[in-house]
């Protein structure tokens, strides 16, 4: 997420490691370089984000002067936007597979993007920038 709210990018993986989290974190910084290379990364302490953002650093994937945060309270944000999730999947957290679990969570982020008006940022001047965005997630036209 940017420090205004916008969702960059989603990653579901059935493994939290080092692999998974570089895959997501390079995308992340990839799909987004035109905006420019975030100057702060925060997230949680789970260890394998940091060995994963070094990694990431010592390969010239993400520039050095990136400043990776790992305090509690900065990721706020994150899982507050995370909050209507954990509502639909209640104390139960899960899904029954991968498959089921990837295909609702891609709905999900598409219809909280048009929520939060980010239709705009896959719109490059179409007349309806909601269209652009269910288009783009759900492969249409």
Do not use: W
């Not at 992340?28 to 060995?51: E, F, H």
């Not at 953002?53 to 945060?69: D, M, N, Q, T, Y």
């Not at 936007?81 to 990837?102: E, M, V």
């Amino acid at each position: 997420m940017t420090a205004g709210g916008q969702t960059l990018d989603f990653y579901l993986s059935p493994k939290r490691n080092v692999a998974a989290a570089k895959r997501f974190l390079a995308k992340a910084v990839r799909s987004n370089a035109s905006a420019g290379y975030p100057r702060v990364i925060n997230t949680n302490k789970a260890p394998c984000l940091a060995r994963a953002i070094a990694e990431l650093k010592s390969e010239g994937i993400c520039p050095p002067p990136v400043e990776h945060r790992q305090v509690k309270y900065l990721n706020n944000i994150l899982e507050g936007d995370h909050g209507r999730l954990k509502r639909i999947l209640g104390p139960k957290g899960a899904f029954k597979n991968r498959t089921s679990a990837y295909r609702t969570l891609k709905g999900m982020e598409a219809m909280h993007s048009l929520r939060k008006g980010q239709g705009t940022m896959f719109a490059n001047r179409q007349p309806n920038p909601d269209a652009a965005i269910v288009n783009q997630v759900f492969e249409t036209a």
